[in-house]
């Protein structure tokens, strides 16, 4: 039986890494990642899915939807909580390279290194491995958010979709592992947002460039410009950022 302890920042920063990759309505003591972290923590799956519920009560796009995680909490959730919002990059990493040495694994396991030209050792491979730790971390956090559902057309198969950054990964270093920069869209519409040939407006709705309009043939109608005006599905944690979308209407919309 685990014995009842304090938690250690360790052992936060793992629980918010799983609250960032667990949908809402998945926080329960029988959801098969909550039981393994308990197994590795030496917690129970009902202490670790209340800890994750502790962290959705300080989420503002949780309160905003009229749900609610734990009523209280522990000052410690709420440093945490600041910690990764401060900077989600390092903590992101540092998350997922403690759950990898509790898993008696190397950090690289997580990531696909497939290129054959990567240097075998010293701080360029480092640097590599630890984009493609964060940009892992970043899709699992934008697809959980939204149910694993593209924003725009509620398609769920995980194949196709993808963790579309609002402001671009080299554009803005602070937000490139800030979920609130991200959306879940299949891969057209993925390739339309980064392109410019759609935005989100400021209530969430789908706009289509005018270059779009122009083409006259129906798939477009069929794929792009049905979808003109519509809401797009919100996500339950990590509301797309205002500032962000804005950034994406003035400087990469056509």
């Known amino acids: 039986m685990a014995s009842r302890r304090n938690w250690s920042r360790d052992e936060l920063i793992l629980a918010f890494n799983l609250y960032c990759k667990t949908p809402f309505g998945q926080i329960h003591n029988r959801n098969p990642n909550i039981i393994e972290l308990a197994n590795l923590i030496s917690r129970t799956p009902s202490s670790v899915s209340w800890k994750l519920a502790n962290f959705a009560r300080l989420d503002p796009a949780i309160q905003a939807r009229g749900l609610s995680g734990a009523t209280h909490g522990s000052k410690k959730e709420k440093e945490i909580w600041d910690e990764f919002h401060q900077d989600w990059e ?3 990493f540092e998350s997922e390279a403690l759950g990898a040495r509790l898993n008696n694994k190397n950090i690289e396991d997580s990531v696909v290194l497939d290129d054959i030209h990567l240097p075998r050792t010293g701080k360029e491979r480092e640097t590599i491995v630890k984009v493609r730790v964060n940009q892992n971390f970043f899709r699992a956090t934008v697809l ?8 725009i057309t509620g398609l769920n198969i995980t194949s196709l979709l993808n963790a579309s950054h609002i402001v671009p990964w080299s554009n803005d270093p602070k937000n490139r592992v800030n979920p609130r920069n991200g959306l879940c869209l299949n891969a057209l519409h993925d390739r339309a947002f980064d392109r410019g040939l759609l935005t989100i407006t400021e209530d969430y709705r789908v706009k289509i460039s005018s ?9 477009v109608q069929d794929y792009l410009l049905k979808y003109d005006d519509v809401e797009i599905n919100l996500p339950d944690k990590f509301i797309p950022d205002q500032e962000l979308l804005k950034y994406h209407r003035t400087h990469i919309f056509q």
């Open 211 to 219: 270059i779009v309009k122009e083409n006259v043939q129906s798939a």
């Open 90 to 92: 390092s903590l992101s």
């Open 144 to 151: 959980a958010a939204y149910h694993f559902e593209c924003c």
